[in-house]
């Protein structure tokens, strides 16, 4: 007969996944600085292969810095891609951050900004570039509900 810590302890076939953002959330004192050192991205895959877990989802810069050179970002994606594979975790959603930058205070592809517009398409269009690497079930184009709630009626972007 199965007690009642059987019935709640997590299975692989249940598939948990975690983000890079929640594990690797460095914390802030509402009156200072982070209160939690860096985990690099592969360091957290290896404490979520530990823990059972499936998968870890990630934005573009959960995983490579936003300022990150060419060189730099292959060899983070490539060190990430070899730690989920040597550890069996998949990437089940990989999307892009139109949110976190201040540049996108007034929205991403909805800003009345035609270079911030750019900005957020060549973000996306990298985004496109980086999630094929685990072949995700998932590649979310970002805003979604949010720009829907600010975009007038009847306005559509330009081709």
């Known amino acids: 007969m199965a007690t009642r810590d059987d019935v709640y302890q997590p299975k692989p076939e249940h598939k948990f996944s975690f983000g890079l953002w929640t594990v690797g959330n460095r914390g802030r004192d509402p009156f200072g600085d982070f209160v939690r050192p860096v985990i690099s991205p592969v360091e957290i895959v290896r404490m979520l292969a530990e823990v059972g877990a499936w998968g870890v989802n990630l934005h573009d810069n959960d995983l490579v810095p936003i300022d990150a050179t060419c060189a730099e970002r292959g060899t983070i994606v490539c060190d990430f891609k070899k730690a989920c594979k040597e550890n069996g975790l998949v990437v089940p959603m990989a999307t892009v951050s139109l949110f976190f930058h201040p540049v996108f205070r007034d929205g ?52």
């Open 108 to 159: 991403a592809f909805t800003a009345n900004d035609p270079e911030v517009r750019a900005y957020a398409l060549q973000k996306r269009c990298a985004q496109w570039t980086l999630g094929p690497n685990w072949v995700p079930r998932f590649l979310s184009c970002g805003e979604g509900a949010r720009a829907l709630r600010r975009m007038p009626a009847g306005v559509r972007m330009k081709q």
